[in-house]
């Protein structure tokens, strides 16, 4: 906001610019990352639309949350069947590569 205007104010001159602001109720917010989510409870959050652009503004403080790598047993299947390796072993390469079946089966045979 800016110093020394008021909201009704700003809201008119937004408006004038072709801007429309809305308040959203939401519950909750989830942002998938690389490795972990970021979770908002009941966050703040604004829907801006500007010339026909929608964006969005989250107020609130995440937690976080680290992404767990689904694993199959088929890929672990296909895993012990290319490296002859153990169960436990070819779980554990899947997770450190992420579910890459290729990488985890080049460091096994390594």
């Known amino acids: 906001m800016m110093p020394g205007m008021n909201m009704k104010n700003m809201a008119k001159a937004m ?4 801007i429309q602001q809305n308040e959203l109720e939401v519950k909750q917010v ?3 990352l690389e490795d ?3 979770i908002f ?3 703040q959050v604004s829907q801006v639309n500007m010339m026909g652009q929608k964006t969005y503004q ?3 403080e995440p ?3 680290e992404l767990k790598t ?3 047993e088929d ?3 296909v895993v012990i069947e290319q490296t002859g390796k153990t169960i436990e072993e070819a779980k554990a390469a899947i997770e450190k590569h992420k579910g890459d079946l290729a990488a985890a089966i080049m460091e096994l045979k390594q």
Do not use: F, T
């Open 70 to 72: 689904e694993i199959s």
């Open 63 to 65: 937690q976080e949350r």
């Open 41 to 43: 409870e009941n966050p």
């Open 36 to 38: 972990k989510e970021l």
């Open 58 to 60: 989250i107020i609130g």
């Open 30 to 32: 989830i942002m998938k």
């Open 15 to 18: 408006k004038r610019m072709g």
């Open 75 to 77: 890929d672990v299947k």
